[in-house]
């Protein structure tokens, strides 16, 4: 199967700071690399995602970025505001599997204003 | 157009019962996902479905199950309830499982059994 982890499991930046959020993946056949974002007593929403034939993506305040070779990814959000605080999810897929996503721990990310 | 929808949203039941969550996915898409959202273990693979097949499903015992109705919309059934089955039940739904893509969750079922 498929094994990712993440870290931190927490992590409080102040406004206006970066953040930084990392994955591993032991299957270096996935392909497909989403985060999701949970806010308290909502539903995961994905904000971001990449594929395995990119290296980096860019959206605004957030990037990601993938080393296929160290089998790791990325969350960056710069410039943190107080709506950023959540808890963030990244996730990979393999082909053929039927786009079912093994996802990481997650981590609960807090911006004190 | 309308998200993926869950019900109920809360369920509470004894142990040693059954309970049955219900799913309808995003018009138009055929698979619908379901995964566990227990407290500080992240989203666990559940089941699959597409075109009313079962298609893959996770580590999870076969008291775990479910179905894919002829509109698409699933129930999943946990059956002989055990206290550690409480938890978050997520649904999702996508287009196809054919293309990469992330998908969109349903609110959700929060289900505890006391």
């Known amino acids: 199967g498929e094994n990712v982890e993440q870290h931190p499991s927490t992590l409080s930046v102040q406004e206006g700071d970066s953040a930084v959020i990392k994955c591993t993946y032991s299957?270096?056949?996935?392909?497909?690399f989403p985060w999701y974002k949970q806010e308290l007593g909502k539903r995961p929403q994905l904000i971001i995602d990449?594929?395995?034939?990119?290296g980096e993506k860019k959206d605004q305040r957030i990037a990601v970025t993938l080393n296929k070779t160290a089998k790791h990814f990325s969350l960056h959000i710069t410039e943190t505001q107080p709506e950023d605080s959540a808890v963030y999810f990244c996730?990979?897929?393999?082909?053929?599997?039927?786009?079912?996503?093994?996802f990481g721990t997650g981590t609960s990310l807090t911006v004190i204003p | 157009e309308a998200g993926v929808t869950q019900s109920p949203t809360h369920l509470i039941k004894t142990r040693g019962q059954q309970a049955t969550l219900r799913c309808s996915p995003i018009s138009g898409h055929t698979s619908v996902y379901w995964y566990q959202q227990a407290l500080g273990l992240g989203l666990q693979f559940l089941l699959w479905?597409?075109?009313?097949?079962?298609?893959n499903r996770g580590n999870f015992p076969p008291r775990f199950s479910g179905r894919q109705f002829p509109n698409y919309s699933s129930e999943l059934n946990v059956n002989a309830l055990e206290l550690e089955d409480s938890a978050l039940y997520l649904c999702?739904?996508?287009?196809?499982?054919?293309?990469?893509?992330?998908?969109?969750f349903g609110s959700g079922t929060r289900l505890t059994v006391v």
């Open positions: 996730a990979a897929s393999k082909p053929n599997t039927g786009n079912q996503f093994y």
């Open positions: 990449i594929r395995s034939n990119v």
């Open positions: 479905y597409d075109e009313g097949e079962e298609r």
């Open positions: 299957d270096s056949a996935s392909n497909y």
């Open positions: 999702a739904s996508s287009l196809t499982h054919r293309g990469l893509g992330g998908y969109t």
